[in-house]
């Protein structure tokens, strides 16, 4: 079995913090795909701003500024330009990213990839697409966010619900503009439906911190919609979710060019809930297109396919048990075993 040490600099979390708190994705990404690494025999580390040392289902958190191990089989550096050449006697290095790689177009990161020579990991086809083929690093590699056991393996309720929508995503990532179609075009041919905002700033950390007013803003125009079906419950831990989830019929998220992944369509998909997307960055990997959901173009059509599903049982059952069959094949298992072969290669 090989040592394992995944470097991060953002914001402050460990592996209890998914259990009691609202986390983001990438946050979430690292410690389940720490745990997986571990619960499969590495000796894994991870190194970042964590408050305390503490082992957690088996793996070794601890502050990165008290340091690094001197070597190990696997460095993974995650995201931070800083952590790419951490740890120079490391067998093997990989640079696992997450946004669109765009930011990569500066000095600082250029320098150090081109020094290093990392593996860099996308986490999708769409994401792969955002770094020129021109720029320095090493083998490239696509390995999707896993999606949680939790959802993977969750029991669904065998009964129809009712016509209850949820966004589960950023509220930057326009939840301003499916406000307006949910009252414009939606919520007029659907009178009882209703649309659950899970989402605000806490999930975010201090980087949510920084945009807290401008969610504010957005969140607040949700709230002052209530009369129009629309419930702001905020963002809640993992287990709630999946209880919510239970009593969903449609997911709904436009989608943003920035999407990288979205692990919110993602899980919503694990638990057999119907989503409709539209043609933008990552999320029409995430849905079968007629299957699984609707990736559609436009507002009418977005709006078109949500009402299909909000008010047709017959073809929520069909997509619901469609995404049930096909939506749960990829998980931390899977992701875990292609970062092993980064120890190989």
């Not at 990997?285 to 009418?300: K, L, N, Q």
Request: hydrophobic share 40%; charged share 25%.
């Amino acid at each position: 079995m090989s040592v394992i040490v995944i470097a991060d600099d953002g914001i402050e979390f460990d592996g209890r913090t998914p259990e009691t708190s609202p986390l983001g994705g990438v946050e979430s990404s690292v410690v389940n795909l720490a745990q997986e690494l571990a619960g499969r025999g590495h000796t894994v580390m991870v190194r970042n701003n964590c408050a305390e040392a503490i082992v957690h289902k088996g793996v070794d958190w601890a502050p990165i500024k008290d340091g690094l191990p001197d070597t190990c089989d696997l460095y993974i550096a995650n995201r931070g330009d800083k952590l790419i050449g951490r740890m120079p006697e490391a067998k093997a290095r990989a640079f696992w990213i997450h946004n669109p790689a765009r930011y990569l177009m500066k000095w600082r990161y250029l320098s150090k990839l081109w020094r290093f020579k990392p593996t860099i990991v996308f986490i999708g086809d769409y994401h792969a697409t955002t770094y020129p083929a021109w720029a320095p690093g090493g083998p490239r590699r696509v390995i999707p966010y896993g999606i949680p056991d939790d959802f993977r393996t969750a029991d669904v309720t065998d009964e129809t619900p009712g016509p209850r929508a949820v966004f589960t995503s950023n509220p930057l990532r326009s939840l301003d503009w499916l406000l307006d179609v949910w009252v414009q075009r939606i919520r007029p041919n659907v009178s009882d439906a209703e649309l659950h905002v899970f989402s605000g700033a806490a999930t975010y950390g201090s980087v949510g911190d920084d945009k807290a007013r401008e969610m504010q803003t957005v969140l607040d125009k949700a709230t002052a919609m209530a009369d129009q079906g629309v419930v702001l419950r905020g963002p809640v831990p993992k287990a709630q979710l999946i209880d919510e989830f239970r009593s969903a019929r449609v997911m709904l998220y436009r989608g943003d060019i920035n999407e990288t992944f979205c692990l919110a369509v993602g899980e919503a998909q694990a638990m057999g809930v119907p989503t409709v997307v539209e043609r933008l960055g990552s999320v029409p990997e995430r849905i079968i297109d007629g299957v699984t959901g609707f990736v559609a173009d436009g507002d009418e059509n977005f709006a078109s396919a949500a009402v299909r599903l909000l008010g047709d049982d017959g073809l929520w059952n069909i997509h619901h048990k469609d995404a049930l069959k096909h939506q749960r094949r990829w998980g931390w298992a899977e992701a875990a075993a292609e970062f092993e072969k980064l120890v190989r290669d």
